[in-house]
């Protein structure tokens, strides 16, 4: 089973990489954001609940992410892996994370931690840009990983646009609230000893996507 979950800054690559693990692995790339989001365009009971507080960005209660997310792990297509996204966000969640596993009775699964410097996150932040349709990211600054033509994307031909949540000030406050939710985890899961750290800074997509591959084999 290749159960993956990733804890990285913003712009770390978390998106991109684990785009290639999902893509070489077949497995499906859970969003707890897009399970979330699903509800609210479904009009179901939960949607309904949760469609302020998404709206202003703060977070959806954990009876209810709980809820869903052990539906959509107990689905057929998740039995041999996946990669959770969006989840788990502080201690808390890990927490609860680790009994929803071993209610499925699911493996510990890799943690890989993309380590980055905070500048040049926010660097990378600031001109990035991704598809309207198929959500893959080019940075403008690394001619690597620019698009081939200017504004349109490589892969579907949409038009590239910029996050809205790419700006300075959000930036500081997503980077902010990581080092104070999210960082934690890393002590969490250096004790529980799944934990595969890696310092992006210097390195290539597939110089990572490498070193991960090394791992799950
Ligand atoms: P995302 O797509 O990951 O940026 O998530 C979008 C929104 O969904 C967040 O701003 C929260 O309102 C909600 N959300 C997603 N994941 C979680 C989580 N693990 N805990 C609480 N709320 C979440």
């Not at 497995?27 to 897009?34: A, E, L, Q, R």
């Not at 500048?119 to 620019?146: P, Q, T």
């Amino acid at each position: 089973m290749k159960n993956i979950i990733f804890i990285a800054p913003p712009a770390a690559g978390k998106g991109t990489i684990s785009a290639r693990v999902c893509t070489e692995y077949n497995i499906p790339h859970i969003s707890t954001g897009d399970l979330l989001r699903n509800e609210i365009a479904n009009g179901s009971k939960i949607g309904l609940e949760i469609k302020d507080a998404m709206a202003k960005g703060e977070f959806v209660s954990d009876e209810v992410i709980t809820k869903l997310l052990k539906k959509r792990l107990s689905s057929k297509d998740s039995k041999k892996g996946f990669i959770l996204d969006g989840y788990p966000r502080n201690i808390m969640q890990a927490k609860t994370y680790d009994n929803i596993l071993k209610e499925l009775n699911y493996e510990d699964g890799l943690v890989v931690f993309l380590d980055i410097d905070k500048n040049l996150a926010m660097k990378r932040a600031l001109s990035r840009v991704v598809c309207s349709k198929c959500g893959l990211s080019y940075n403008l600054i690394n001619k690597e990983y620019a698009p081939i033509k200017e504004g349109i994307c490589d892969n579907c031909k949409s038009p590239l646009k910029t996050r809205s949540d790419d700006n300075e000030e959000s930036f500081i406050n997503r980077f902010d609230t990581y080092m104070k939710e999210t960082y934690p985890l890393i002590e969490f899961y250096e004790k529980k000893g799944n934990l595969l750290k890696i310092k992006v800074d210097d390195m290539t997509v597939d110089e990572i996507f490498d070193e991960i591959k090394k791992v799950i084999k």
